[in-house]
């Protein structure tokens, strides 16, 4: 199983919300690169960024950041928030970008959806941010009337080769993962799933691989130190698949 570990970016700061509310913001790093670097020594190959600006704004805001952390590490990075446009997924992946990930976008217009998987395959990830089961949006703003299920089986559909599924109500408060709805999900779809949300320890990590899953994203328990990333990889049982 891989592991993703996490760098969230807030007004060009590195950040850290709980539940997804903007207004928790906390810093937890004082450099996007340094901390990305950092992660490398410790054994990752792959990195999730999240744009938080762009998620609310609807356009990408940080992507100089990106680019930086790409252009400066072998890393593989992954990067969410605010991807409308199929120009915007070309701006990232021509930029260098491993992966882009699609939230509202991918629930408000299928057809963009359904195109961005359709040109780029594998190099797109459908994320599905869930509160209540229902699929939230705008930067976790608002929430709509969609089961994350049905959510997720119209994205296979569509020929989505990976979910990242957020339960909102986890996230960033270290309070363990959602493993009933992440077995359900994956049990549910042929994608590769990676779990987000609420990771807190190595004993989370092996839960999350007994399931069978893709990958996890660790962020706050990275920073709060009550997981250590050489901990999670070891859990994780290896970071064997490049892909």
Not at 31 to 60: C, I, R, Y
Not at 61 to 72: D, S, Y
Request: glycine share 10%; with cysteine; proline share 2%.
């Amino acid at each position: 199983m891989l592991i993703f570990p996490a760098i969230d970016i807030k007004d060009g700061r590195c950040v850290r919300l709980q539940r997804g509310n903007y207004a928790t913001a906390q810093q937890v790093a004082e450099n996007a690169l340094q901390t990305a670097k950092a992660f490398e020594a410790s054994g990752a190959k792959w990195l999730h960024m999240v744009d938080l600006d762009g998620a609310k704004d609807a356009h990408p805001v940080n992507a100089p950041l990106f680019f930086q952390v790409v252009k400066n590490t072998n890393l593989k990075v992954e990067v969410g928030g605010g991807i409308r446009r199929m120009e915007t997924i070309a701006y990232y992946l021509n930029g260098g970008v491993s992966r882009v990930i699609l939230g509202s976008a991918a629930l408000e217009n299928h057809d963009f959806a359904k195109e961005a998987i359709r040109t780029y395959v594998e190099k797109v990830a459908i994320g599905i941010d869930a509160r209540n089961g229902m699929v939230a949006t705008e930067g976790w703003l608002n929430t709509s009337s969609v089961s994350y299920l049905d959510f997720a089986k119209e994205m296979e559909q569509l020929g989505a080769q990976t979910l990242i599924f957020t339960d909102i109500s986890r996230d960033g408060m270290l309070s363990g993962p959602n493993i009933e709805m992440l077995d359900t999900l994956n049990r549910s779809v042929s994608c590769n799933v990676i779990a987000s949300g609420g990771v807190r320890n190595r004993e989370d990590i092996q839960a999350l691989r007994k399931l069978g899953l893709y990958g996890t994203i660790c962020g706050k328990s990275l920073y709060a130190g009550s997981l250590t990333l050489e901990d999670a990889l070891y859990a994780a049982g290896g970071q064997e698949d490049e892909t």
